[in-house]
């Protein structure tokens, strides 16, 4: 398919036009400007995560299918074989896209519980690791949980303690921490996570933006805009507020790609205006098969061309 390779500018007959945006929000901190320049647009790589793959086989099996499907790039958990990636990886002609953090969700970065914490940031220093060793410049981490016995602003300011405790390592490796949006109850909109991800002021500190988590109470192609170039990675996942009203709010991903309520003409046009990244990583559904993975690779082909 045809891509664009630069978005249009126009020019007023005076001269150039530039454009400028306000530096503001709702809270104390500023959100960066937008590039004025035009912004390449990336050919987008299609990619997937490792743990939306259910299908059964040796890490080789699923990358070679993976490959065969039409993907070209894969999103390793961290804390798996890590030579068996690596040949795999090889071996299939994939690419590690980014890396996705396993330990975040049981030792959380925002756990009240010091000891917890601790054990979080070395499962992150580890998945940064994996991510260097398998050639990537980028970890999905998931930052904290916010719930009825751990306070929101307790979240924010035990998770950003230990992020400020990671970026060094980052830095060393060349890897960055990529925030995730996630059903966690924290960071509900994106100009509040805008301002989370400027506190750091570190190009090692970014955004990892799920285009399907927050459709219950936001719009994806919304929070590309504010957010800006502070997306350095993209996750492609459905969802079907029609579904969500007739069950309960995760019914809303039982859809399949391409089938749900997400304008994704609306979402590209957005990523070609201010992602710089070009992979696109799909979190879809439950891939058990071979026939799957094709049909999920073809179904990412058409909301392309959407």
Known sequence: MERRNFIKQTVAAAGALSLSFIKENAYAGTLNAMPAAPVPVPDFKKSIMWASIRMQGSIADKCNAIKTAG?????????????EVIDAIKASGLVASSVCCSTHGDKPLSSPDAKVRQEGIEGVIVALEDAAAYGTDALLVVPGFVNEKEAYDDCWNLSVESIKKLIPTAEKLKVAICIENVGNNFLLSPLEAARYVDQFNSPYVKFYFDCGNYCHIGWPDQWIRILGDR???????????????????????????????INWGKVFAELRKVYTGSWLTTEQGSSRSLEDLKDLSERFDKILLM
């Open 231 to 261: 997306i350095a990675r993209i996750h492609i996942k459905e969802y079907s507020r029609k579904l969500a009203n007739e069950g309960r709010e995760n019914d809303g991903y039982r859809v399949k790609l391409s089938d749900g309520d």
């Open 71 to 83: 993907f070209a790039g894969v999103e390793p958990m961290s804390h798996l074989d890590r030579k």
